[in-house]
C-alpha cells in the first residue's frame, strides 16, 4: 500500500482487479492541465494564508510547472498505476521536491480538487462549444443570405403545405442555434463558482483564503455551501443537456439534408468530400456525414441520461458513483465539437437545386391558402372561402393540373365572385413577396432575419 497517498488505515493490499475498477486515471488524465494550474493556485493560497512557507510555495510552483511543461511536450508519460491524476501530480511532485510536495494537499482534499477540475474542464469545453456553434450558425446565415429568394415547397406533417424560400427555412435553424448558443452561456454562468476549499465536505480548520484562490482561477465566486460544492453536478447536467438540445437541432437538419439531397427531392447536392459511396453499388452517392450526426444524437442525449440516473439516489456528500460523471461529459463534449467541425463546412460546400425546389413548389397546390385568402378579401368568410379552395383542389386532382391551369371559367363554377386577379394572387412568387409579417418567409423579411442574427453573434 505504500503508493497509495491514502495509506495508513489499511493493512492488506486492494485487490488487483479491485484497484483497476477503482481507477479512473484512464478517463481522467485528460484533465492534468486543469490539475496543475489548480494545485498551482493551491499553493499560491497556502502561502498567502501563512499555512506553508513562501520557499515550499515556490519548490511547489517549480515542480508543477516543471511537469506541466513535460506532459505538454509529450516527454512524460502518465503512470496509468496510479489511481486518478491528482495522485499522479502529487506521486511525481513529491519524488521531486520531497516534503514541500507533501504539503500542497493541505486545506483541501480530492473531492473539492476533482470538483474544480472538472468546472475548469467544462468551462473551457463550454467556450470551444459555444464557438463552433456561433461558426456554423454564421454558415448558415451566409447560405440563407446565397439563398433568400430561392422558393421551395414549405412542410407540415412532411406534405407540401405552403410556399416559402430557401433561405427562411435555413434561418429557422440558424434561430435555433441562437439558442443553444445562449443556453451554453446560461450553464457557463453556474459553472462560474470555484468548490475549491469546500474540501473532502466539511470546509476546514485552516484560515483560508477560499476567493484569493478562486480569483486566481478565474472564478468570479466560490460554492456558498461545501456539501453542495463537492456533491452536485448539477453544473455538468446543465451543459449536457444544452449539449443535447442542440445535438437534437443537428439531427433535425440533418434528416433534412438526408431527404433533400436524395434523389426523391433532389432539393440539393452535398459536396463529395462530405459523402461516401458503396461498396457495391457504383452509382450511390450517401450523405453519411449527416446520418452520423443524426445518429450520434442518440449518443449525447445517453450521456446525459447516463450522469441523472446515476446522481439521483445519491446522499451527500461525496460518493464514488459520482466518479462516473467523466466518461459521460467527456463523451459528450467530444461528440458535440466534432459533429459541430464537420457540420460548418458540409453546409458551406453545400449547393442548392433551385430548379428543382421550384418544380416541387408547383405541385402540391402549396398557393391554396392563398387563394382563400383572396376570396376572403373579396367578402367571402374565410370558412367558405376554405371549402370553395377544397373544392377546387379536388377539381384539379381529378383534372390532373394545378390551379394555375384552370381557366377564369372553370373558377367562376365555383364562385362568380372570382376574377383575373386571382392569377396574381397565387402566383408563387407574388405568394412568398407578400409574407411580409415579421418573421415570415419574403425574401425583405428574410433579410431582416440575417441582420438580426448577425448582431446578436456579434455581441
Not at 461525496?318 to 459541430?340: G, H, P, R, S, W
Request: aromatic letters at 8%.
Amino acid at each position: 500500500m505504500a503508493d497509495k497517498m491514502w495509506a495508513g488505515r489499511f493493512k492488506a493490499a486492494l485487490d488487483k482487479e479491485a484497484d483497476d475498477f477503482n481507477s479512473s486515471i484512464h478517463f481522467d488524465s485528460r484533465m492534468w492541465r486543469e490539475d496543475i494550474t489548480g494545485s498551482i493556485a493551491h499553493a499560491k493560497m497556502l502561502s498567502k494564508c501563512g499555512i506553508i512557507s513562501d520557499a515550499d510555495r515556490d519548490a511547489i510552483i517549480a515542480g508543477l510547472e516543471a511537469i506541466y511543461a513535460e506532459l505538454e511536450a509529450g516527454t512524460m508519460a502518465i503512470d496509468t498505476d496510479c489511481e486518478d491524476i491528482h495522485m499522479f501530480v502529487e506521486k511525481v511532485l513529491t519524488e521531486r521536491i520531497g516534503d514541500a510536495g507533501k504539503r500542497l494537499h493541505t486545506a483541501r482534499s480530492r473531492n473539492d480538487q476533482v470538483a474544480l477540475d472538472l468546472r475548469m474542464y467544462m468551462r473551457t469545453a463550454a467556450a470551444e462549444v459555444r464557438e463552433l456553434a456561433t461558426a456554423l450558425c454564421r454558415t448558415l446565415t451566409d447560405k440563407a443570405e446565397e439563398y433568400r429568394d430561392t422558393i421551395m415547397p414549405g412542410y407540415t406533417h412532411l406534405q407540401r403545405a405552403q410556399p416559402i424560400t430557401f433561405g427562411h427555412h435555413l434561418m429557422a435553424y440558424a434561430m435555433m442555434l441562437l439558442r443553444d448558443i445562449g443556453r451554453i452561456k446560461d450553464a457557463e454562468a453556474r459553472l462560474d463558482a470555484s468548490p475549491i476549499g469546500c474540501c473532502a465536505l466539511a470546509g476546514t480548520t485552516y484560515a483560508t483564503d477560499r476567493r484569493f484562490e478562486a480569483e486566481l482561477l478565474g472564478f468570479s465566486e466560490i460554492c456558498m455551501n461545501s456539501l453542495d460544492g463537492v456533491s452536485d453536478r448539477d453544473f455538468a447536467l446543465e451543459l449536457m443537456s444544452a449539449f443535447s438540445v442542440m445535438m437534437m437541432h443537428l439531427s433535425r437538419l440533418s434528416e433534412e439534408i438526408i431527404l433533400w439531397s436524395s434523389w426523391e427531392f433532389g432539393f440539393v447536392e452535398l459536396s463529395d468530400s462530405f459523402t461516401t459511396g458503396s461498396s457495391i453499388m457504383p452509382q450511390k452517392k450517401n450523405s453519411d456525414i449527416a446520418e452520423l450526426v443524426r445518429g450520434k444524437t442518440g449518443r449525447v442525449y445517453g450521456d446525459l441520461m447516463s450522469l441523472l440516473t446515476a446522481m439521483k439516489g445519491l446522499p451527500l456528500a461525496y460518493n464514488k458513483d459520482m466518479q462516473e460523471d467523466k466518461e459521460a461529459i467527456f463523451d459528450a463534449t467530444d461528440t458535440v465539437k466534432k459533429c459541430l467541425s464537420v457540420f460548418a463546412p458540409m453546409i458551406e460546400t453545400m449547393k442548392a437545386k433551385p430548379e428543382a425546389m421550384a418544380r416541387a413548389a408547383k405541385r402540391g397546390f402549396i398557393n391554396a391558402t392563398d387563394l382563400a385568402d383572396y376570396m376572403v378579401g373579396k367578402g367571402i368568410p374565410f370558412r367558405t372561402a376554405y371549402k370553395i379552395t377544397g373544392e377546387l383542389v379536388a377539381y384539379c386532382i381529378d383534372k390532373d393540373c394545378v390551379l394555375e391551369d384552370l381557366t377564369i371559367d372553370e373558377f367562376r363554377k365555383f364562385s362568380d365572385t372570382l376574377d383575373e386577379g386571382l392569377y396574381e394572387a397565387i402566383d408563387l412568387r407574388a405568394c412568398v413577396d407578400r409574407r411580409q409579417s415579421e418573421g415570415g418567409t419574403a425574401p425583405v423579411c428574410v433579410d431582416a432575419q440575417i441582420e438580426w442574427v448577425r448582431a446578436k453573434l456579434a455581441q
